[in-house]
Structures are given as C-alpha cells and as structure tokens.
C-alpha cells in the first residue's frame, strides 16, 4: 500500500484552528495597505471603517468566496508542449527561493559570488533537465540587471531556455502587466496564456496580517490573467507570529485565506495555491529557521488545512540553514522535503538552494532532482499481491539445484527492478575501489560534473527573429523607465496608475 | 540588595511600572542622580548584551529588557535630566529604518536594541521610510550615524537612493549611511558607497564604534 499521509492535526484540531482563522478575519481583519483594494473588498460585503487600513471579512462572506477557488489548473512551459496538472491529490516539485548568491567551485576563497544573469540562465537550463522538478521560478538574482527590469531579462531568458512553466514574484502591478505582457507575447496571445497558464505567482502576506501594496498590486494583475498565484506568508513562530505553532497557525490562515480571497475580490475562479513557508525562529539571532523541525510540523499542518478546503497547497522542502554543503545541508533538506511529500503537500518548491534560500548551487539542484526521485519512490510505499510476493520465484530459486543460484537473472526481477527499487544517479553505494578508481569525488563534485554536462549539451530553444526583436525592444523600453515611474506606478511615493491590456498609462495623483 | 541589583532584577524581569516606580522613589529621596540611574542602566544593558552574544540568554530576554528600559528612560530619566540642566551621555546619535516599499522590521529593530543597549541614541523611524524622512530626522536630531535596512531584492535599492539624495543635498558627508539586511552584501555596501555594511545586529556596534573612533 501507499504511504499513509503524515498528520499532526485531528479533524477537531482543523476545525478549532480554521474557524479561530476565520474569526480573526472577521473580528481583527487583515491590513490592506491599498485603498482602491480596500474599496473593491467593501463591494463584495467585507467591511472597512475609513480610518484604519484594516478590511474585515464576515465569516459568511469569507466562505462565500472560498468557494470560488478551483481545486486544480494545469501549468505549461513557453510552447504548451511541456504541461502538469496542479491539485489536491498529487505532489510536484519546483524551485523558489530568493538567492542573492551563487556556489562556484572554481573561486578559490568562500567559492561563493553574486548571482548574475549568466547564472539565471544556467538555472533555467538545468530545470529544463531534470526529471523530477518540474518548474523553476526567478531564483537566481541578476544582480547585473536593473532591477526594476529583472522580470522583463528573465522571462526573455526563459522562453529560450526551457520548456517548462515559470514563477515570478507578483511584484507590482506595473512588473506583472510587463509579465502577462511579455508572455502573451511569447505564447501568442492573451488568450492563450490565460487558457493555458505558463506563470506561477508568488503573493507574500506579511506577518502578522498584512498585505502589502506592492503584492496586492501585482495580484490583482495575475488573477485577472488567470494565472495561479501562491499566498505564501513566511509567519515566524516567535517574532512576527506565536511563538505556540497553534496560534501561528490561526494567525497564518488568516493572512493566506485573506490573499486567496483577495484574489477572488479582483477576479472569481482565480486558481491559487494555499501556501505556506513559515517557520521557526532561530531565537539566536532572529534568523527564520527553514530546516529547523517545527517548521516542517508547520508545513504538515497547512497540507492538512488546504486539503479541508480543497484548495491545492504549496510548502518548502530541500531547505536549510547551512552556509556550506555539510551533514545539516544534507539532512534538513533531506526531512524538510520528504516530510512535505509524506504529508501530502501538492507543491513542494526551493529545489537548488541553501542558506535559507539566499544562496543556490547548481549541484544541489541536480541532487534534489534525485532527492525527489527517492522522495516520489516512498510515497509509492509497498505494492503486495501474489506476483509481487513471488512465492514461486522464492521457490524456484531457493531449491535449485545449482549452487549459489540468486535472483539477478530472473526474469521477475527484470520485471520488476525499475518499479520496486530507486537506481539513484548521483549517491553513492558502490564499493571503495571503485569509488577510488572513479577519482574520490563526493557527491557534491559528481553533481558538478551531471551540471557541466547539462550545461554542454544544452541547446537553446530557437525563437523566431520577429519575436526576439519584439522581446529586445521591450525590455529596452522597460530598462528606459525612470525609477520615478515605478514607484509612482506602485503608489510608493502617492501616485496611482491605471493599465489596461498591454496599454500601460499613468496619472499623477 | 543594592540599588544596582534591584534595577536589574526588574529589568530582567521586564518589570516596566515597578522600574518606572523604584526610579521615581530613588530620583524623589536623592538617593542617585538621573544621570547615575542612567549609568547604572546602561552598565546593565551592556552586561545582557554580553549575556546575549554569550547565548546565554535568547531574542526575547534581549528585546523585552530593552524594551522596559527604553520606557524608563522616555518617561522618567531622560524628563529628570532635562529638569536637572544636564547633557544627556550617549555614545552617538543613531536613525534607523527599512527602506521604501519594505514592511520587514524585526532586524532593523534588533539592531536598534542592540545599539541602544550599548550606549547608543537611537531613533526608530520604522518602516517603508522615505529618503525624505531619513534626512529630515537625521538633521533634526544631529544624527551621527543613519542606518538603513531592506529584506527584500527590489527594495535594497531603496538604499542607495538615500544615500543619492543626501548626495544631492551637500549633506552626504555629514552623516555615516550603513547599510544591511539578507539579501545586501558588503560589495553592495560598496557598490552603492555607504560607509559600511554589518552581517548582524552583533557586528553593527562594532562597525557604528569604528565609525565613529569609539574605542571598543
């Protein structure tokens, strides 16, 4: 049989924590730092006072319009030939993370440089290999690139580098049109992208009980779209939440409920992921605590929640704390994501990194590739029937006349061998000479080796001359934006702006 | 139990009123100074401070202390000083924020703490703080040093953008701009020509006393 979920909550335990939730949405409220947005929650029943920047969501209004979430959606890559389903059933992996800084094992101190487009477009092309990940996201932060034209630089490097779908933070309204823009563009119309999803949001509440501006900006602009938007709020047991998992619980359901339905304010049937990637603090230095034990109960327990309301999850695995590639890389990357999978989670992300998520290696990213395969191989638990029991093969064999007789040449296990056991790539469990003989090289430096042969066979993805020039322009165009433009287009200095389509106009308030 | 030792067993405790209230009576029967209670204070804090990077005690100790003595200080010492026509000691003057279009504070807050707890001013503007507002409050107060903080990849260049208004206002070399956060390096700090950058709240007292020639 499969493996059975893992849970750390009873069913009176859900009921205790979402219902605290939805009263502290009803009585509390969640902030809503945007006024318009504020206004547009009033419409649909929420209640707002005119002075404080808090909206309260009635319980019955809540309910209302978490009934508008779908349970699944597909996501495609660039062409639509590459796609996957999203639900409340199955597990997928992908990357995330913010990484500042990039592994590389050819600089002789720390090994470790600031992350550059180059490095980006490494990333994507690695995702574009791997068997397991399914999804890569802006992980790797050009730091050569303006930033507030990181998404245009991105989305162009990854429509000729892969064919897998893409995330991006939902960072303002003016970046995400640029996205929607931008990949229209690519895929052939809006049509065709809001039919056929290509980008994952990323929509971060911060805790406790806020919804930035910038966010809700740019969510607005990926439910219009349709396009499937994580609410993941990185809720601190002890420093922006309860330091009890409980209460961050209640107070962390309340800050992914108010996005989910936030998203349903801007556009009903907006598909979302009930998200999470909170965590322990590291009561040391303030530091969150991706890989500490707790934050894994934390992410048990909102599987269990989102499968309650049958909206599908997301939750962190392969993460940790660790500055290097030691025994506590290994093993808090190891449990953080085979207890995700074990507990049912339907996104797993942040595949590649460390440091908590600050800094990537390209050699875990391939490593968590085969994490997952060994992860994926134990939530297929233990298949019993009579052929798989064998008892005529155990017989056969074991009364052969021929001495030293075994299973290796059976046709049974030729059967089988592929489905019952995991033949892993990268780890290591040959005997020492020839571990010896194939140089020493521990797992970090066989990985390097699977990265420098991805990265030699790669072959771009040809794009048509018409659309790379269409693309260059844009991003020209975007990188031309004085900085003013931006934060007036997000309201960060008081200005407001209205976009239409891919018309994209302003006015000064 | 010494005067000393009772200050701190309510500041551990993080028995705001009653410190408020020992101080008032020993301010009331002259049995110290404001500026002597402040001292004793402020040996106290450096003394949980060292508790602290000795990890012998934890975050919320740390914060919770500061936070009583910071209320003690507002509200009974610094209003005795000023009555008494004494200079207030400090070790420098310090403003600190996250920048524009960032809501994190918790490590900005931590530094804050930190800096108060070792002698320095502090003023905590908070977050998402303008580059106006930074400059105004610093000039305001005669700031030594101002400090800038940003958790987020598109808001660390909120930072340089202070530190290119106080440029343009001839004002850049009247202040130390230091500068941190997760994703800020010191090649950031460099990049964008702040005197300095700190890893954690630890390294940003030593950092602010290179700064400004405070001998360690």
Redesign the interface.
């Known amino acids: 049989m499969k493996l059975k979920k893992l849970e750390v909550l009873s069913k009176e335990e859900i009921e205790t924590i979402t219902s605290s939730a939805l009263r502290i949405l009803e009585t509390i409220g969640i902030k809503i730092d945007d006024e318009k947005t504020r206004k547009r929650c009033e419409e649909k029943g929420a209640i707002i006072d005119g002075i404080s920047s808090f909206v309260k969501f009635p319980e019955n209004i809540t309910k209302d319009l978490l009934k508008l979430v779908p349970d699944s959606f597909k996501l495609h890559g660039p062409d639509g030939s590459f796609n996957f389903e999203v639900n409340t059933k199955t597990t997928q992996f992908a990357t995330i993370g913010?990484p500042?800084?990039i592994y590389d094992p050819k600089l002789e101190k720390n090994k470790l440089k600031?992350s550059v487009l180059a490095d980006t477009i490494q990333q994507i092309r690695v995702v574009d290999s791997l068997e397991n990940v399914n999804c890569s996201h802006i992980d790797v932060?050009p730091s050569d690139v303006k930033?507030t034209a990181v998404h245009a630089h991105c989305l162009y490097q990854w429509a000729k580098n892969t064919k897998k779908p893409y995330g991006l933070?939902c960072?303002g309204r003016l970046a995400s049109q640029d996205m929607v823009n931008i990949t229209s563009l690519i895929v052939g119309s809006e049509e065709d992208l809001i039919k056929r999803p290509r980008l994952v949001g990323f929509m971060n509440p911060?805790s406790p009980l806020?919804l930035?501006k910038?966010m809700t900006n740019g969510l607005e602009v990926f439910a219009k779209y349709k396009q499937p938007t994580i609410v993941a709020p990185e809720a601190?047991a002890?420093?922006?939440a309860p330091v009890t998992l409980a209460g961050l619980l209640a107070q962390t359901c309340a800050e992914i409920i108010g996005g989910i339905i936030l998203a349903q304010v801007f556009s009903p049937i907006s598909p979302v992921f009930f998200g999470t990637v909170s965590c322990a603090?590291d009561?040391?230095?303030?530091n969150s605590a991706l890989g500490a034990i707790e934050s894994s109960l934390i992410t048990i327990a909102i599987a269990q929640i989102a499968r309650y309301y049958n909206i599908p999850s997301r939750g962190p695995g392969g993460v940790t704390e660790s500055k290097c590639f030691d025994v506590q890389n290994g093993f808090e990357r190891f449990s953080t994501m085979s207890l995700a999978a074990q507990a049912g989670i339907n996104y797993i992300t942040c595949a590649g990194t460390y440091e908590?998520s600050?800094a990537e290696a390209l050699e875990l990213l391939v490593i968590d590739d085969e994490l997952v395969g060994l992860v994926r191989r134990a939530m297929e638990g233990i298949n019993v029937n009579e052929d798989t029991i064998a008892i005529d093969v155990i017989k056969k064999v074991a009364t052969s006349e021929q001495k030293g007789t075994n299973f290796l040449a059976e046709s049974h296990t030729r059967k089988y061998m592929y489905k019952e056991l995991y033949i892993p790539k990268l780890i290591d469990r040959g005997r020492r000479s020839t571990w010896k003989k194939k140089g020493s090289k521990d797992i970090i430096e066989r990985a390097r080796a699977k990265v420098d042969q991805v990265l030699a066979d790669f072959q771009p993805y040809e794009l048509t001359k018409d659309l790379d020039t269409q693309l260059l322009a844009i991003i020209k165009e975007i990188e031309a934006r004085p900085?003013e433009l931006y934060?007036n287009a997000?309201g960060?200095?008081g200005g407001s702006v209205n976009i239409t389509g891919t018309e994209i106009s302003f006015e000064k308030s | 139990m010494s005067i000393k030792d009772k200050i701190k067993e309510l500041i551990v405790e993080w028995e705001t009123e009653r410190l408020k209230e020992y101080c008032q009576s020993i301010l009331k029967n002259n049995e110290a100074t404001a500026s002597s209670l402040l001292k004793i204070i402020g040996d106290i804090m450096k003394f949980v401070g060292n508790q602290f990077e000795e990890e012998e005690i934890f975050l919320p100790e740390l914060i919770g202390s500061a936070e009583t003595v910071k209320v003690v200080i507002d509200d009974i010492l610094d209003p005795a000083i000023r009555a008494a026509g004494e200079e207030k000691e400090t070790m420098g003057k310090v403003v600190i924020g996250t920048v524009e279009s960032d809501v994190h504070s918790i490590g900005k807050d931590l530094v804050g703490s930190f800096l108060f707890s070792n002698g320095f001013e502090v003023y905590n503007l908070g977050v998402e703080v303008t580059a106006d507002q930074f400059i105004s409050k610093a000039e305001e107060i005669g700031a030594d040093v101002i400090g800038l903080s940003s958790l987020l990849t598109m808001s660390m260049h909120f930072q340089k953008q202070v530190i290119d208004e106080l440029k343009k206002r001839g004002l850049r070399n009247k202040y130390k701009v230091i500068v941190g956060g997760s994703p800020t390096s010191e090649d950031w700090g460099v990049q964008i020509g702040a005197d300095g950058w700190a890893d954690d709240a630890i390294e940003t007292i030593t950092l602010v006393k290179k700064l400004l020639n405070i001998s360690e």
């Open positions: 913010t500042v800084r600031k932060w930033f933070g960072l911060t806020q930035p910038l601190l002890g420093t922006t603090t009561m040391r230095s303030g908590s600050l900085i934060m997000e960060i200095s």
